[in-house]
């Protein structure tokens, strides 16, 4: 055996409720979970690397179903904001001034991030993708889906009013389309990334770029993830284009465009019967509810669509913003924001959280047979919580497990000490196996101070509410 | 000087917005703030103990303005339940069986989480406060606002039905108040002790008793702490002994007991009118979000009370449902959980946060000549935050402070590598200078299992929701 995590508290994430398995074994060979189960005792003799689990939750690691890392190097520079002013006056400033090698260090000081709270699937949704997965996700062996970013509309849109139509531009579209269906060829076979088609939003593509989309989507059975119903820009879009009383949700359905293979991201410009015609038709939702709260002031209907037997996941979305790409706090933020918008705090309990974070995220990106619980022949995903930590003490085992709720409520995301993605230990011991931490974040520093300042001129002649407050010495 | 920190950016929470400092040094002799501003060097010959601040933040430290301790020891029992099961069915049976050394044990949980996450300023709400005070707070050298919990009715209320009034049992509240009223005595001239008085909440309390606390506050310049408006088991009772159209806050104004020496703790079960009364009277608010989010599925009207102009700060309540003692995940909380309530992203921005958790907090609790801000005379109560974390970066200082905003919606509390308290160490370099962290965590471990398995019977026979989640698996 290559790797036997022994004497530990397995959350498997399958069976009877979260498949909780005390004083158990987890043994891993060549990448695949190979035996799981109660047993106190391993075969030193027969195991390359033996980890002590007592005191500790052993479980899948986290699914981050929706995340643009590369703007992570923006961390800070938009929030407590009106959401008209976030894109194109907040964050539009400095976004201008991003190069590509800044979109990869800042993917890199996300994904680090999201690695030491514990993710192990990163489903990363941007322009030209491949360079991330190239640079980032596989040198470190990070699984990734590889979501290329499909959309017709020229990126300077700052002139326009929100009731002016996008003009569309055909090439840029199949442009995007054609790198997409290229992931394919180029990540055939390799264990650690899917792909994914990923047009932008139904205000930003046309409909027959989306129709042949779904087409190739349903030929190399893939999905397509998508940006639906985000809020009033889209809105006045699909109305200008399509007729005053439609929707994003009506359009996609009136052309046959709902189905089982489309995930889409946010929904929450929906009417309660458009979540039902979408669980209806079998669509996948994520929710990034830090993301949505922070930047929008709305609570993602993940607590609604569940309750309609929806498929749902989380994301982290991006940091600026939310600020951050750790996913334990996803947890909490989804169940609390859920139990104070209805009112009800028994709305999204730990365990669900648990399952949102995890299984939830595996079927939802139809990765499930691979990852996402601990079972037997599945890739071997795996993190360790230590609960001797001060915020997840006390550990209870009699009359039930507290640490479920103390995973979702109390947790941080630095408890997390081991993470080991296809086989392979990322994190031992708290500690980056092949990552130079420190490297990264003074490389970032360095890029982002140039990017700030650079983008000075451009930020204070947006005006945005933020330059009110620098000039007020709150920021 | 006894203590420098020197090349560090000083948060000082005075003067214009929220009194940045960049590149500066901060002094401290015997206990007091001596020297702060602009310096990049500091005289090594005539310093003990000098603190290179690059790369963090100076600023005071926390004030949680309302938490009862001692039942951290109960972290992940209570939660997800709805809100009359809690007490009674939830928690309630585990509360039974802690004897007077287990709430010890689970306040030095409590405060060492809370220390260890920037916390300076601890408002101990409970019975026997003065066990806590001395046997937690005062060897360790932290700061405490001692409130001894008064009431007149019996503990054991399990059956009664919700209208079924209250009985009074004079004596155990006249104890109380003795109790209370000692305090003072006994901590008299001690730099980290104030005693406020902590009238439990108008249902279990009379006015008479109520009026004499008032009176005695009032002689003693002190603050009355008290429960106000926590929803509708005090409603009931409040109709059922005044009339039906009778309020919390309608009975203490037609009484006078509304003033600026008051202090009301939640009032969310307020009506707007209401609170612009409480406003108008100038009484403060301590929001706990965690607390009331997750236990009654409500947002504390932290933000409506601030844009009414009043007094506000904020506190973590109790460890079991919310989960823990972090200041700083109260202040994203109240921001997140404000702007979903008012649909507007501009609401509590992180400046306004950054204040309610620390100034507002000295206000609200009438320690502002002390504590809450750096300020030269002021005790040395002081926190530095490493911005060198992954979930910190990038540290930018121009065209404005991204490290503000990321205080705020990226920190995870584990990020405070020093915590000062009247100008002594209490952690220095994230290592606590004299608490052993294993011993607590392994004491209460001991403890809790004890209580836990203990409990058992009494926690299945209550049968709350929590009792079928185990049995299907998921707690």
Not at 54 to 60: A, C, E, F
Not at 310 to 333: C, F, K
Request: proline share 4%; hydrophobic share 40%.
């Amino acid at each position: 055996m290559d790797i036997a995590i022994y004497n530990t508290t397995l959350l498997t994430m399958q069976g009877k409720g979260l498949g909780i398995i005390p004083n158990a074994t987890i043994g891993i060979e060549d990448g695949l979970i190979i035996c799981l189960g109660k047993a106190k005792t391993v075969d030193h003799g027969k195991t390359d690397q033996i980890i002590d689990g007592r005191n500790h939750i052993t479980m899948p690691g986290f699914i981050n179903s929706h995340i643009h890392s590369g703007i992570t190097l923006l961390r800070g520079a938009a929030q407590d904001v009106p959401e008209l002013e976030w894109m194109n006056k907040a964050i539009g400033p400095f976004i201008k001034h991003l190069a590509k090698d800044d979109l990869i260090a800042g993917s890199r000081l996300g994904v680090m991030e999201g690695l030491s709270s514990g993710t192990t699937t990163f489903a990363e949704y941007t322009d030209n993708v491949r360079d991330l997965v190239e640079k980032v996700y596989l040198p470190w062996g990070v699984r990734v889906v590889a979501i290329e970013t499909i959309n017709e509309v020229s990126r300077d849109r700052s002139k326009l009013k929100p009731t002016d139509l996008y003009t569309f531009d055909q090439d840029k579209g199949i442009a995007a389309f054609k790198r997409n269906k290229q992931l394919f060829h180029t990540f055939t076979g390799n264990p650690l990334v899917s792909v994914m088609f990923g047009p932008q939003a139904l205000d930003m593509i046309s409909l027959e770029l989306l129709k042949e989309i779904q087409t190739e989507c349903q030929e190399r059975m893939s999905k397509v993830h998508m940006h639906i119903a985000q809020g009033e820009r889209e809105r006045l879009q699909i109305q200008g284009r399509f007729g005053k009383d439609q929707t994003t949700v009506k359009v996609l359905k009136s052309h046959d465009l709902l189905d089982s293979n489309l995930i889409a991201a946010h929904i929450h410009d929906t009417t309660p019967e458009e979540r039902e015609l979408l669980v209806d038709h079998k669509v996948g939702m994520v929710g990034c509810p830090s993301s949505i709260s922070m930047i929008d002031g709305i609570v993602p209907p993940v607590g609604h669509y569940r309750s309609l037997g929806g498929r749902a996941s989380l994301g982290t979305d991006q940091a600026p913003g939310p600020g951050h790409h750790n996913m334990i706090r996803e947890l909490r933020t989804i169940s609390l924001l859920t139990k104070v918008m209805s009112q009800d705090p028994t709305t999204i309990p730990a365990w669900e959280a648990l399952q949102l974070g995890s299984v939830g995220g595996s079927k939802n990106l139809g990765l499930d047979k691979k990852v996402g619980s601990l079972e037997v022949g599945k890739q071997a995903d795996i993190i360790t919580i230590d609960l001797k930590k001060v915020n997840l003490t006390p550990e209870i085992h009699k009359p039930f497990y507290n640490f479920i709720p103390n995973l979702v409520y109390s947790m941080n995301g630095n408890e997390v000490d081991n993470v080991i993605i296809n086989g392979e230990f990322i994190i031992r011991d708290y500690k980056f196996d092949k990552i130079d931490v420190e490297a990264i974040i003074n490389d970032v520093n360095q890029r982002a101070t140039k990017i700030f300042t650079a983008a000075e001129d451009d930020w204070i002649q947006a005006d945005s509410k933020l330059v009110d407050f620098h000039r007020r010495g709150y920021i």
